[in-house]
């Protein structure tokens, strides 16, 4: 099994910071995608940010300029700062993986998620 574990969020005022952090364990070989996605009720889940194992990153335009991902992939983690929060960052935010696992049979691709941490902000 592959597990991935977030922290970090919480409650904080606008304006405020949070550094969320994901680590992975279990069968996994190799992690190329590392990402953040975030879903409030009623609304899909959507992209935060991802790093590609090739160094290049994207956001979501709603955060660009506020959030920043990285990653150490020798320790199978990746993070999420959060600075100059706003009430509509408000979500849980949920830790992606796209990569190679390793199970009885082999190796296989797989998407692999978090079990989410909320972040409120307050205004």
């Known amino acids: 099994q592959v597990q991935l574990v977030e922290s970090g969020g919480g409650l904080v005022q606008a304006g405020g910071s949070l550094r969320l952090s994901c680590v992975v364990s279990?069968?996994?070989?190799?992690?190329?995608?590392m990402g953040w996605y975030r879903q409030t009720p009623g609304k899909q889940r959507e992209l935060v940010a991802d790093l590609t194992s090739g160094g290049s990153t994207n956001y979501a335009d709603s955060v660009k300029g506020r959030f920043t991902v990285s990653g150490d992939r020798a320790k199978n983690t990746v993070f999420l700062q959060m600075n100059s929060l706003k009430p509509e960052d408000t979500a849980v935010y949920y830790c992606?993986?796209?990569?190679?696992?390793?199970?009885?049979?082999?190796?296989?691709?797989?998407?692999?998620w978090g079990q989410g941490t909320q972040v409120t902000v307050s205004s």
């Open positions: 992606n993986i796209k990569g190679l696992g390793l199970n009885s049979v082999g190796l296989y691709v797989g998407d692999f």
């Open positions: 279990g069968s996994i070989v190799r992690l190329n995608t």
